[in-house]
């Protein structure tokens, strides 16, 4: 499979909780940090719903 590199470019502070707690489900803790996840519909299906806060790169 291929891998994405996700990177938390804005706080999910001030944003439903159920979006901060997507980022925290993806290993995105601070802002700009990176994890590198593999590229499955789950994963992808996160990042679709917290598409504003990160920047998503092939790895």
Do not use: C, F, W
Request: charged share 25%; no cysteine; glycine share 6%.
């Amino acid at each position: 499979m291929a891998k994405v590199k996700i990177t938390l470019v804005k706080s999910p502070i001030g944003y439903n909780k159920k979006q901060r707690a997507i980022a925290v489900s993806l290993g995105l803790k601070k802002t700009n940090s990176s994890v590198v996840q593999e590229d499955t519909p789950d994963i992808m299906g996160k990042v679709h719903k917290i598409a504003h806060l990160v920047k998503v790169e092939e790895a």
